[in-house]
């Protein structure tokens, strides 16, 4: 008889939802608390996993900073050239641009004052942040550009 295949499916599904749960957990953290006012045992107790457990899917934060900015970012949703589709006018675009971002900014207005400080310490989310920024000027320029062109 062949042995059985191994397959680490349950195992990849429980292992995915403990990851999700701890960055969950770190997200929500770092609204209230900033994320170097967060400790792994406030996300390990938040998270309901062991201490070593988020500790063995980031080790530090430059794992576990990236991850909770992407996942977040998902949430948030940072505008993009998107939502100037179909429009030619400028006073068009430049409305649904300053509602779109006026939107962003209330979704994200939890973490973004932390976020503001902590970045000076945090090189990782300086380069996030940094980049975030990029494409929100990249968006004006776009929004802008009609008006430029004339």
Partial sequence: MAPRAYRMTRRAAANAETRRRIVDAA??????????GTSWPDIAKRADVALGTVYRHFPGLDQLVPACTSENALRVRPPGVGILAGLTRPED????FV????????????????????????????????????????????????????
């Fill in 99 to 150: 509602q779109e971002l006026f939107a962003f900014y209330g979704r994200s207005a939890p973490w973004t004052p932390r976020a503001g400080i902590d970045r000076q310490q945090l090189p990782i989310l300086d380069t996030i942040l940094s980049r975030r920024e990029a494409g929100l000027r990249a968006l004006v320029e776009e929004t802008l550009g009609p008006l430029r062109r004339r």
């Fill in 93 to 96: 675009r430049i409305g649904r």
């Fill in 27 to 36: 997200i929500a953290l770092h609204a209230e608390k900033g994320i170097l």
